[in-house]
């Protein structure tokens, strides 16, 4: 006759909130709470609410308009101040233009 007691599986198990590693804090329940509000959102109000955020301010956004308008004119420039071999660069494949310039 053994006289071991039958195994209880249920009382083998670690207690508390974290099974896995016990050593590691807790998620903090803000964070958790946001996360799963952010999953259960309408996709489409939220884009609609990140791009009113990305709206930037009238001065600000002529600031960035001047500023590539700009750099569009000065690399315009630029390309029509070639000299003979930059043109003949321009105008040759990727793969020759890898061997001449």
Do not use: Y
């Not at 996360?35 to 930037?56: C, F, M, P, S, Y």
């Amino acid at each position: 006759m053994n006289s071991t007691p039958p195994f209880d599986a249920a009382s083998s198990l670690p207690t508390g909130p974290c099974l896995l590693a016990p050593e590691l804090p807790p998620t903090p329940a803000a964070l958790r709470q946001a996360i799963t509000d952010a999953w259960l959102k309408d996709e489409a109000g939220h884009v609609r609410e990140l791009l009113e955020q990305a709206r930037l301010p009238a001065a600000e956004q002529a600031q960035i308009q001047a500023t590539a308008a700009d750099l569009v004119r000065r690399v315009r420039a630029r390309a029509s101040n070639q000299g003979a071999i930059e043109a003949s660069c321009a105008s040759t494949t990727w793969a020759a233009r890898k061997a001449c310039c």
